[in-house]
């Protein structure tokens, strides 16, 4: 499975984007995708999950409430959604799949992460 990560950039704190991650290849289901990331100096974190099938969603206490973490089975994309963006959400983020139905395993498959840059 290929996962391509999009939407990052430069934004103001208080400001919106929406991140994106298209997978292509092996892409049947059951699969759950994730987006994690990793700020200079620190150990990546995850920061939202989508099961697969009953797309249940799970949320770092972080960000519970600013981000949301959707899918479109029809076009095999996952998105973030992030509002009310901080300086500490600066960081690289990437996306991760691992077949399965339910969020909390292992993750296989990584895109190559994209910049998000918080301003104050």
């Known amino acids: 499975v290929q996962l391509q990560a999009s939407g990052g950039g430069l934004v103001q704190a208080g400001g919106s984007l929406r991140l994106s991650c298209a997978t292509s290849?092996?892409?049947?289901?059951?699969?759950?995708v994730a987006w994690f990331r990793q700020a200079p100096g620190k150990a990546r974190e995850g920061v939202a999950c989508?099961?697969?099938?009953?797309?249940?969603?799970y949320y770092a206490s972080s960000v519970k409430g600013r981000f949301t973490i959707s899918r479109d089975n029809d076009t095999n994309t996952v998105y973030l959604q992030m509002n009310n963006l901080k300086p500490e959400d600066t960081a690289v983020y990437y996306c991760?799949?691992?077949?399965?139905?339910?969020?909390?395993?292992?993750?296989?498959?990584w895109g190559q992460g994209t910049q998000v840059t918080v301003s104050s």
């Open positions: 991760a799949t691992e077949a399965g139905r339910n969020c909390g395993g292992g993750y296989r498959d």
């Open positions: 290849g092996r892409t049947f289901r059951p699969r759950y």
């Open positions: 989508i099961n697969s099938d009953d797309d249940n969603t």
